[in-house]
């Protein structure tokens, strides 16, 4: 599937392919992604997953308004205590499937919305 879709700053994911997702003609099965940069990324599976696992998205300056986690091929829950780690920094955290978050990724960034997304593998 092609996203055809550019109107702010930044990398943009136009499409997915295989278990990922194209952004600027890479393809990254785990995704970190900021208005400044996309990153390849090995996730720990969701349950093992804790803020040190987003420090290159919690690093911006400003800080993301929040952050989109794609998890996986489905919706799972976050772990309780990565929600807690990022709303004591002030920074809110919206968990979908990750299909949804790369399609949420081009609607937010296209607004200008300063925000950032850790995109699990398509499975």
Avoid: C
């Amino acid at each position: 599937m092609e996203m055809n879709r550019r109107s702010a700053e930044g990398p943009v994911i136009t499409g997915f392919s295989g278990r990922g997702f194209k952004v600027d003609g890479g393809v990254y099965e785990g995704l970190l992604i900021s208005p400044e940069r996309a990153d390849g990324w090995s996730p720990p599976s969701l349950e093992a997953l804790a803020e040190t696992d987003l420090t290159p998205l919690l690093a911006l300056d400003p800080p993301p308004e929040f952050v989109l986690l794609g998890t996986g091929a489905t919706m799972r829950r976050p772990p309780p205590a990565l929600v807690k780690a990022l709303q004591a920094r002030g920074i809110g955290l919206e968990a979908m499937d990750s299909r949804a978050a790369a399609r949420a990724w081009g609607v937010l960034r296209a607004e200008l919305r300063w925000i950032a997304a850790a995109l699990y593998p398509l499975d």
